[in-house]
């Protein structure tokens, strides 16, 4: 469809717009990492360690979650900072000692909250999505 | 570019992780390094049919490549400290109400708090430490002695982990959230070896022992610098008070009279132990920030070393 006059000039575009599509996906994923970690602990029915979570994760999004596993552990700190998590120290055999964690009520509480701003700024967006695809 | 220098094994992946954190703060590094650690072991042991350079292809997919990773920590890092931080406080704009703002520093009260919690952890840091190496030493001649020695070591990285969130939490100087463990992979008298010529298995002991002199250093400082300062205020406005009428001019205890500074002097007094509790506040500061930094250089590797 596009008139491929100059081949650089569009493999630089092309690129271009990747490095964007990947910043545009980082900075929506600042937030939402967050709220997915608190909700797969929420499901959860025992503690959980990195890599369990991370798996659960990859197994919800058919094996290519769209957060990439290692930016899940620092988030974890950050939850478990705030209060929103605990976490225990288990000792390993197979590697460094484990942190397992689970959601705390604080965490249950901003779960709650989360949940209703997530789904309101999910329909605020798809309203315009919708009315958008439509008419283009 | 990633191609090129894809890590075949978890050691690579490691180091890679290790050279793209370089310049960051040490307990992040030891953190983000323990972190992928677990993830790779347990990703290469749940792909038991493949070999350890197959699935190590497959993890910048999943895990995601170093210098991403990297990164991840290096902006949440900046979100947790400024989530975390106390909330600013309004810029004094004379001398004298930066002097007096340290009393509305929660780092202030913080640090001094550590410091007189520091007797009591100095003590039980220095005699565990004692008595572990003078039993261990004493044992070395009979076959229980190495394990004894083992397991002292073993105890003394989790105590390191323990004073550092203390640390963390107190003076606000950012920890290791893990304990340091033995390395994998290597048989146990290489393992030994490589423990006891870990810098950092002899810096947490030289903690430890140096905790009982500065703890009770620490917690002289606080007590003696409140109770000075807290008693020339409270004598002088107890003076001062007596003078005006109230009760009969003099403070008896056991017999003994007591008077305070004349009318004249007394408000040279209060002034002067105000400035003395307000000094002593900016030293336990200080002290605060100081400690933070000793305990990071004695209890956390530095990033050149795993």
Redesign the interface.
């Known amino acids: 469809v596009e008139p491929d006059t100059d081949l650089d000039a569009s493999d630089t575009e092309r690129s271009d717009q990747e490095r964007l599509s990947h910043k545009f996906q980082r900075e929506l994923n ?1 937030g939402l990492v967050g709220l997915v970690l608190l909700a797969v602990l929420d499901g959860a029915d025992e503690d959980l ?3 369990q979570i ?1 798996k659960r994760l ?1 197994d919800l999004a058919d094996g ?1 979650p769209p957060v ?4 899940l ?3 974890l ?2 939850l478990s ?2 209060g929103l998590l605990a976490s225990r ?1 288990v ?2 055999y ?6 397992y964690y689970r959601i705390t009520e604080v965490g249950r509480a901003t779960l709650a909250e989360w949940r209703d701003i997530w789904r309101n700024t999910r329909d605020f967006v798809d309203g315009f999505m919708d009315s958008n695809g439509a008419a283009s | 570019m990633n191609e090129r220098t894809a890590p075949r094994s978890i050691e690579q992946y490691l180091a890679a992780l290790r050279a793209a954190l370089a310049g960051e703060d040490p307990a992040l590094v030891q953190d983000a390094l323990y972190d992928a650690e677990e993830y790779l072991r347990a990703e290469v042991a749940a792909n038991a049919g493949r070999t350890e350079a197959d699935t190590l292809e497959l993890i910048a997919s999943t895990y995601g490549a170093p210098e991403e990773v990297a990164e991840a920590y290096r902006t949440t890092e900046k979100q947790v400290r400024t989530a975390l931080a106390p909330p600013p406080r309004t810029p004094r704009r004379t001398a004298l109400g930066r002097f007096f703002a340290v009393y509305s520093d929660t780092r202030t009260w913080t640090a001094l708090f550590f410091m007189l919690l520091s007797l009591v952890t100095g003590i039980f840091y220095f005699t565990v430490t004692v008595t572990g190496l003078s039993v261990s030493f004493g044992m070395l001649v009979l076959i229980i002695g190495i394990p004894f020695f083992l397991l002292f070591v073993g105890f003394t990285r989790v105590l390191a982990l323990a004073e550092g969130r203390l640390v963390e939490g107190l003076l606000g100087q950012r920890m290791p959230r893990r304990p340091v463990y033995p390395v994998k992979g290597v048989g146990i008298f290489e393992s030994i070896k490589l423990m006891l010529m870990d810098r950092r298995t002899w810096t947490t002991m030289f903690y430890f022992v140096l905790m009982l002199p500065l703890g009770i250093l620490y917690f002289v400082i606080a007590v003696v610098g409140i109770c000075v300062s807290l008693g020339l205020i409270g004598g002088s406005v107890m003076g001062l008070l007596l003078e005006t009428g109230v009760g009969s001019g003099a403070v008896n205890v056991d017999g003994m009279m007591y008077h305070g500074p004349s009318p004249l002097f007394a408000p040279i007094v209060i002034i002067g132990g105000v400035l003395l509790l307000t000094l002593v506040m900016h030293l336990a500061r200080g002290i605060g920030r100081a400690h933070g930094t000793l305990a990071k250089h004695l209890l956390v590797a530095r990033t050149d070393q795993t």
């Open positions: 600042a360690y990195g890599y991370a990859q290519n990439k596993q290692g930016a552990y620092p988030v700190r950050q900072s705030n120290i000792p390993s197979a590697g460094p000692p484990r942190r």
